[in-house]
């Protein structure tokens, strides 16, 4: 009796931490193995052959949760809820691990037992994945067809002046991408970094992007794609879903033309179309 009673009582308290069972047993710390052992009479030892397979441990689950008034989750729980972090939260929330928690947190408001630490994690990696599918897809039917094309250009185009062009991503007869020049920074003071930026503010505007394009979307999650673009390289846009392409490349492009009055810039690069 033991090993059962044991492993009762650690499976107990720990759902009265966690509200959810350890998975697997390795995952109940050591110290509490020992403390809970002294507290029922049963050797710490009993806790390593306790059966975490048989009917007693599936009662035994079943009991504790009864006792706090929680549920097993089901598969239409972790559906809903994958269906919530992707509509609500993702939006919103670009951690990860904020992500996760929030999920048990749910689960724990609603009372129903969290799902295993993987099962979580792959139901984020699902919402996130859901949610920029939508996201790109809302981006791209924002954009005109012309606009579309002008924003490939960055980075499939010939160089408008011949200098060079963009093939795999490198970039040959010596020239550079328009897409490389968008991601530098403006560097030291002066008239070539004046010069460039100005060049740079008139090819964004070219691109002529709604006004209203990001308008419901956060800032921050504006200003995380903006950095994943400013990491790119022409080569692996080439490789992604027209959809994700265009969102990076908008939205790096976005950030440059609603960006002045930050970040030092002067005043005098508000210029007007043309």
């Keep these: 009796m033991g090993r059962p009673r044991l492993g009762f009582a650690l499976l107990l308290k720990f759902f009265e931490v966690e509200a959810r069972f350890p998975e697997p047993a390795e995952e109940m710390p050591a110290a509490a193995v ?46 809903r809820l994958a269906e919530w972090l992707a509509a609500e939260l993702c ?14 947190a749910r689960c724990r408001n609603d009372h129903i037992e ?8 792959r139901m984020v990696g699902r919402a996130i994945k859901d949610f920029e599918a939508h996201f790109c897809r809302g981006t791209m039917d924002r954009l005109s067809h012309e606009t579309r094309s002008r924003l490939e250009d960055l980075v499939a185009g010939d160089d ?4 060079g062009s963009v093939g795999g991503g490198v970039v040959t007869g010596g020239g550079r991408s328009h897409f490389a020049e968008l991601k530098t920074d403006p560097g ?28 419901d979307v956060p800032e921050k999650l504006v200003d995380a ?7 790119e390289y022409p080569a692996n846009l080439a490789r992604m879903k027209p959809t994700k392409r265009l969102t990076l490349l908008a939205t ?20 007007p179309h043309g």
């Design 91 to 104: 939006p919103v929330e670009l951690s990860w691990e904020r992500l996760a928690a929030a999920v048990v």
């Design 188 to 215: 030291a003071p002066g008239l070539e970094s004046l010069l460039a930026e100005v060049s740079k503010l008139q090819r964004v505007r070219r691109l002529e992007l709604p006004a209203d394009l990001f308008g």
């Design 114 to 121: 969290p799902p295993a630490p993987k099962q979580v994690g």
């Design 160 to 163: 408008e002046n011949g200098e």
């Design 252 to 271: 790096l492009c976005h950030g440059c033309q609603t960006e002045r009055g930050h970040e030092g810039r002067p005043d005098w690069l508000d210029l």
């Design 34 to 79: 020992g403390y809970v052992a002294q507290q029922v009479k049963v050797p710490a030892e009993a806790w390593a052959s306790y059966d975490w397979q048989g009917d007693r441990i599936k009662r035994h689950r079943r009991e504790i949760r009864e006792a706090y008034g929680f549920r097993a989750n089901t598969e239409e729980d972790q559906e």
């Design 225 to 231: 794609w903006r950095a994943r673009a400013s990491k």
